[in-house]
């Protein structure tokens, strides 16, 4: 299943969630339900903004994009990122609201059952979408994934309260999960928009590529080239290497050609995905940087 079929599932789960924890709320009339379905509006708004980015993502380099549209998955994560906090925010006030006006709890049952069905069909999805999301290193459908893992732990916070507000009488309890609820997501939000502005700043490529890559260069023989200034970037799901070859003065240009071709094969199947460019040099010759600032 391809990354954008996961984005198409993960809207129609996020319509379904909405309505069993919608249907939760009615039926108890808890404030702590009511955060959890709102929580589940901003799994809907972000599903479709990821979609939309992955789309575009996928779409291949133009005039105006040579390098492609891959970053567009990092405005994904931080969209839901911001969505997440301004859920917080209606969670907090209706939260405060009924704290200060108490109302008590009716069907408790049902509509707990009703949310914890919805947990199950979120745990379920975040799973997949995860392991997905790792195999094909896509930040918009991890940022959804981590999303859904953090609803199902909101979900099972509130139930574990619930429970306790039935037994105890303590109809304040409620209202104190809400605000629970809202802070917790708030840390999801925030880490959420920093990955994104990470992303957004050429970042290198992860330590384990890296290494992929240095193990690459390092099966050439040293003694006929040499490989200096490498340096990395990633995009969405795209990664970049940057490097110079230093090879004997005395080749031809058809050999030279040769061998840089055998390094971008090579480098090209130990990391899926990874664009190379490969600038040749003698070996007498060192490449002179425009400055400090360029170094890798």
């Not at 109302?103 to 009703?114: I, K, N, S, T």
């Not at 970042?203 to 240095?214: H, K, L, S, T």
Request: proline share 4%; no cysteine; hydrophobic share 55%.
């Amino acid at each position: 299943m391809q990354v954008s079929s996961y984005l198409k599932l993960s809207v129609a789960v996020a319509l379904v969630t909405i309505g069993l924890k919608t249907g939760a709320w009615w039926l108890t009339g808890s404030v702590s339900l009511l955060s959890d379905a709102l929580e589940s509006l901003v799994n809907l708004a972000g599903a479709m903004f990821a979609l939309a980015m992955v789309t575009l993502a996928a779409q291949p380099a133009d005039e105006e994009h040579p390098y492609g549209h891959h970053k567009a998955e990092y405005f994904s994560s931080g969209f839901e990122g911001v969505l997440i906090l301004v859920a917080a925010l209606a969670i907090i006030w209706a939260a405060v609201q009924r704290w200060l006006a108490p109302q008590p709890l009716e069907a408790l049952g049902l509509g707990l059952g009703l949310s914890v069905v919805s947990s199950l069909l979120n745990g379920a999805l975040a799973w997949a979408m995860l392991r997905k999301a790792r195999q094909h290193r896509s930040m918009a459908l991890e940022g959804d994934a981590r999303h859904l893992f953090t609803d199902v732990w909101t979900s099972a916070g509130v139930v574990a309260g619930l429970i306790a507000v039935h037994f105890t009488g303590w109809i304040w309890l409620d209202p104190l999960l809400a605000i629970a609820v809202a802070l917790n997501i708030v840390r999801e939000g925030v880490s959420l928009v920093r990955a994104s502005a990470t992303g957004l700043m050429d970042q290198a490529v992860e330590p384990e590529v890296r290494a992929q890559i240095d193990a690459v260069l390092a099966g050439f023989d040293p003694g006929t080239v040499r490989f200096d200034h490498v340096s990395t970037r990633r995009a969405g799901q795209r990664r970049f290497v940057d490097l110079h070859m230093h090879m004997p003065a005395a080749w031809t240009l058809g050999r030279a050609a040769a061998v840089r071709a055998s390094v971008e094969v090579a480098l090209m199947g130990a990391v899926p995905g990874l664009r190379a460019t490969i600038q040749l040099l003698p070996t007498d010759v060192e490449a002179h940087l425009h400055g400090e600032e360029d170094r890798p």
